[in-house]
């Protein structure tokens, strides 16, 4: 038989192609990575499903830290929003799952691989490309893009091999993970409709506000109220008593890798949070030209991420840019959490460059005269005034 890897979810796409491909032939290897929001009932339950779609074994690996480790970690050190607005949620992972995959599928001598993406999003570029890049010996199958498939026919062809599963589908697709979870609705496929509150997972469960403390230590955040723990770990206990206010709801607005727009809601408290308090602790903490250069090459590692071309070795450039730029970032970040908002109240650290002997903006100076002042300011005009007289004289 020909061995097969599938990157298997569970989901109507994955079950059709694991059961498709075990009747044509395929011995299928079915492979879940967690990077996050899975509970072991959930895994126990797609194991299950896995089995029941004809598959020889099916493997969830657990890579949780490997995802902060790898990608979180900088996108954290550069603030990274996609659009000022979206913390990368779920193109994050599926690089990551990507990679494990088919270095799963390299290490069984696997010759083929499967996914379930169709030929209209961003998924079967950052899965191809992975695939692609780190095995090019082995065969890309992908049985819903290469038929065109509908929803219908997908569901008619698993009843009629016994799979009857309830496939009706959600009103709303929902796909969590460590770093957020997006949010797919009938409204985000327009342009003017918001979500309503029922579509978020998370629904408000506590009035009033709540004072977090947040301890970074080289960019990383290693502890929530003074209680230390792993950073991936820090980020599932924020997002719990975050989620709990409702926070960090949006919709995101940008473009796909395939040239159209599109629209996606999302719920990320912990990413939202913790951007908002690092960023914070980096303005004291950093130069101004440190802020200035990370902002455009933050923007470049996200963007680049997004589309798929994580493994260039231009991310790793990057990645050492970042991770030297954290070095005096350590302090706490104070954070007050309400219903629906957060808000930043102040940090603390040693290494704050707000420091007052140096002098107070706007009230007094301490390390320079009136004179000096006065002559520095003549001197720093000097580009510009040369520019206007030359330019005035014509």
Known sequence: MKKLVIAYSGGLDTSYCALSLSKAGYEVHAVSVNTGGFTDEEIKEIESNAYKMGVSTYTNIDAIKTYYNKVIKYLIFGNVLKNNTY?????????????????????????????????????????????????????????????????????????????DMSWEKAKYSINKGLWGTSVGGAETLTSEQPLPDSAYPSQLKKEGNEEVTLTFDKGELIAINGNQNDSEKNIEILNDIASSYAIGRDIHVGDTIVGIKGRVGFEASAALIIIKAHHLLEKHTLTKWQLQHKDYISNFYGMHLHEGQYLDPVMRDMEAMLQSSQKMV?????????????????????????????????????????????????????ANKIYQLTNLEL
Do not use: C
Request: aromatic share 8%.
């Open 330 to 382: 350590s302090g706490e970040v104070s954070v007050t959490l309400k219903p629906y908002h957060f808000s930043l109240n102040g940090i603390r650290s040693k290494h704050d460059l707000m420091n007052t002997k140096f002098g107070s903006y706007g009230e007094e100076n301490s390390g320079w005269t009136a004179d000096e002042a006065k002559g520095f300011i003549k001197i720093n005009a000097n």
């Open 87 to 163: 913390p990368l949620s779920v193109s994050a992972e599926r690089i990551i799952q990507a990679i494990e995959i088919i270095e799963y599928a390299k290490n069984i001598g696997a010759e083929f691989i499967a996914h379930g993406s169709t030929g209209a999003g961003n998924d079967q570029v950052r899965f191809d490309m992975i695939f692609q890049t780190l095995a090019p010996n082995i065969k890309i199958i992908t049985p819903i893009r290469d038929q065109q498939l509908s929803r219908q026919e997908e569901i008619k062809y698993l009843v009629e091999n016994g799979i």
